[in-house]
């Protein structure tokens, strides 16, 4: 059974152009998750999304950020626009339940804006 | 909104010493989740604690879980070079959050051989 498969792995845009993260969850598991880790950081949320619904985006900044999850293929995490400040790694977990049920995540995609 | 503090945020430990990091919420948990984080890596899940004075076991780890499901503890017995990493606890207030944790800051743990 894979895991949680997250591309790219590494990623670098120039200023102003967008970025496009893409997360297959694991088999069976219809809840996706999306975090933020800075260098020596802790993990912060940024949105939870059950198939085709955003059931959370509270951690999601207000501007330039969108998410899905289509009833077809991967969630997407989209950054328009980027800044140096988005340079970080994001992380997308998935889990078979919601309500806080253990989630298994994937590798990361480690973005750099130059 | 929730918070969840971890302390240390460092520790620098002998192989063979014990280690301990603890979290503390401000919020009554639904349960509390730990996961670790090797350099580089991504979080893996180790544990989840619901009951309430809940302990819980793996080889040289023993999790804990306050009375008043606020707080809790990770501690590992003779420490190993291969228990480097981060270790985080992750709060779930549950309720209508409608499955959204709360990841503490970590505990990095260097284990010099």
């Known amino acids: 059974n894979a895991g949680v498969m997250q591309n790219p792995r590494h990623l670098v845009r120039r200023r102003g152009q967008e970025a496009r993260l893409r997360c297959s969850p694991m088999k069976g598991h219809s809840h996706v998750y999306w975090y933020r880790q800075l260098p020596e950081e802790g993990l912060k949320f940024m949105v939870y999304l059950q198939k085709e619904n955003i059931i959370d985006e509270s951690g999601m900044p207000k501007e330039r950020f969108s998410a899905e999850f289509p009833k077809e293929g991967p969630s997407i995490l989209r950054i328009q626009q980027v800044v140096r400040g988005d340079s970080a790694a994001y992380f997308c977990?998935?889990?078979?339940?919601?309500?806080?049920?253990?989630?298994?995540f994937g590798p990361g995609t480690r973005l750099t804006v130059t | 909104g929730q918070q969840v503090m971890q302390i240390p945020q460092y520790q620098h430990v002998q192989e063979g010493e014990d280690f301990t990091t603890y979290c503390n919420s401000s919020t009554t948990l639904s349960n509390i989740q730990w996961y670790k984080q090797r350099p580089g890596g991504h979080p893996v899940f180790l544990i989840q604690l619901v009951k309430s004075g809940e302990v819980k076991k793996q080889k040289r780890l023993t999790f804990q879980f306050g009375e008043a499901k606020k707080n809790s503890s990770l501690h590992i017995t003779a420490t190993q070079t291969t228990d480097v990493g981060t270790y985080f606890c992750v709060a779930n207030a549950g309720g209508t959050s409608y499955g959204k944790l709360t990841f503490g800051q970590g505990t990095i743990l260097t284990v010099h051989p």
């Open positions: 977990a998935s889990s078979p339940r919601g309500q806080g049920s253990e989630q298994y």
